[in-house]
């Protein structure tokens, strides 16, 4: 079946802006996860979703950070008034339940100048 | 999430075998250990779990002595495919934060 997709893979955008990026889990996957990686870096935890709630948001790094997720499907990631620190691959993961086992999507690599 | 300490970079050819030990010392009784696997411009890919002695898949083998504190991935026979980031972690299963180093960087050349 159809894994984790993410759109758009990459974005630039000038600072200031704001962006929204989006993810699409592997169907029947009721719990999604978003991650931020650095060039050269980790993996670094933003938020977890279980269906359209967020128990856990304790890894957004500021409150120009926000996620959402509808219909226990989509999720958003919305970054305001961005800033060149924001730039990172942002990627998103699915998984049945709250497992150890986390299907990635390819990512969305955000440039922001 | 225990810590876990891996090399930072190994070289390799193709058809020769990958082995990548992770420490971790402090392993708790409950923890298991997990490896994934990054290709560049993808996502993590989950390869390979165990909680002790070995697991082996169509992918890789995990090899856990008596005492966990270290564990060692083995990559059978690798092709310049299987150049990627490997990463190790131990955690008992709830830790959905999951959180990668550096990992070990697998370079195969021909």
């Known amino acids: 079946g159809a894994g984790v997709s993410q759109s758009p893979s990459n974005k630039v955008t000038e600072k200031g802006k704001d962006v929204e990026l989006r993810c699409d889990p592997i169907s029947g996957h009721t719990a999604l996860y978003w991650y931020r990686q650095s060039l050269g870096q980790g993996l670094e935890f933003l938020i977890y979703?279980?269906?359209?709630?967020?128990?856990?948001k304790s890894g957004l790094p500021s409150d120009r950070f926000s996620a959402e997720r509808t219909g226990g499907s989509v999720s958003t990631l919305t970054i305001q008034r961005t800033q060149q620190e924001d730039s990172a691959v942002y990627l998103c993961a699915s998984s049945p339940s709250v497992l150890y086992e986390q299907y990635f999507g390819p990512g969305t690599r955000l440039t922001v100048t | 999430l225990a810590k876990t300490t891996q090399p930072i970079s190994m070289d390799s050819y193709e058809g020769q075998e990958v082995n990548i030990t992770c420490s971790h010392n402090n392993i708790a009784t409950n923890d298991y250990i997990t490896w994934y696997q990054q290709f560049p411009s993808q996502g993590p890919r989950f390869i390979i779990q165990?909680?002790?002695t070995k697991v082996t898949n169509e992918v890789a083998s995990l090899f856990i002595p008596a005492d966990r504190k270290s564990s060692t991935l083995s990559l059978p026979r690798v092709s310049l495919s299987d150049t990627a980031v490997y990463y190790c972690l131990v955690g008992d299963g709830n830790d959905y934060k999951l959180s990668f180093g550096a990992g070990t960087t697998v370079t195969v050349r021909a």
């Open positions: 165990g909680y002790k």
């Open positions: 979703f279980q269906g359209n709630s967020a128990p856990d």
